[in-house]
């Protein structure tokens, strides 16, 4: 029997005041937040695993009650979160891009290689953070494949999972990153992983403004909770059909205010 898993999206987990450098503040969780996330998973008798773990463990965990823990961009302070989630017994995925590891503000390829030795399964984000739905087909294929030779020869364990900045996904990504040696696509569609459909694993984004409520009614399954941000999801994507992607930042960017 397979089990529908939660999968959480975070980004920079600030442990001081602000979001951190290149870290956007709409996308941050502070640490004591997260720790407080951990603790509500726990809580609510719930692992906290990496996708990695999950595929790799098939069947033999699929009746276990657990929650799958990925952050995006690869974040400095990534490395403090990630101590908490060792702490607590879980794992993690870390989509990182090649192009920034070891950047100010962001994680160096000694703390990747560190944090693999406790368990995090370090995975590929592109090798540049572009926008993958605005390009040639041979640069997709480009930022899909490089990513993955540097992550590999960096850290000696090839990335199984690709997750497209910014969610953005041209036609057929998905099935031209499974042909480049991924098994699957992390990507920003809001909804439950269904574990036997593993090629597109969609995520719910845990933002800044993610109350402890709306993540205990996901985490609890809550079908109003879920329902509700699935709503959500399928109305910012028809808003982004409608109005272009350009239009799109503009109205998203006027509403939160920035
Ligand atoms: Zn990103």
């Not at 929650?67 to 017994?89: C, K, M, P, Q, W």
């Not at 910012?236 to 059909?241: C, V």
């Amino acid at each position: 029997m397979t089990r529908d898993t939660l999968v959480l999206m975070y980004h920079a987990i600030p442990g001081g005041s602000g979001p951190g450098i290149h870290a956007d503040g709409h996308y941050s969780v502070t640490l004591s937040t997260f720790r407080r996330h951990l603790d509500m998973m726990v809580t609510l008798g719930l692992k906290p695993r990496s996708v990695k773990d999950l595929l790799d463990a098939g069947a033999s965990v699929a009746a276990e009650p657990v929650v799958a823990l990925t952050f995006d961009d690869g974040h400095e302070s990534n490395f403090a979160a990630y101590a908490e989630i060792v702490r607590r017994g879980g794992s993690a995925d870390l989509f990182v891009n090649p192009g920034t590891v070891g950047t100010k503000g962001y994680l160096s390829w000694a703390q990747l290689r560190e944090l693999a030795r406790y368990g995090a399964s370090i995975q590929s984000h592109s090798l540049h953070h572009v926008f993958l739905d605005s390009m040639p087909a041979a640069e997709v294929q480009h930022q899909i494949s490089e990513s993955r030779w540097i992550i590999e020869d960096q850290l000696g364990i090839p990335p199984c999972l690709f997750a497209p900045p910014n969610g953005r996904m041209p036609a057929g990504m998905a099935r031209l990153a499974f042909e480049l040696g991924y098994r699957a696509v992390c990507s920003s569609r809001v909804g439950v992983w269904r574990r036997a459909h593993t090629l597109e694993i969609p995520r719910f984004a845990v933002l800044a403004g993610t109350s402890d409520a709306q993540l205990a009614g996901w985490l609890r399954r809550s079908p109003w909770h879920l329902g509700l941000s699935l709503a959500r999801g399928r109305v910012l994507t028809a808003g982004k059909r409608w109005l272009g992607e350009g239009r799109y930042q503009a109205v998203r960017r006027r509403l939160l205010g920035a």
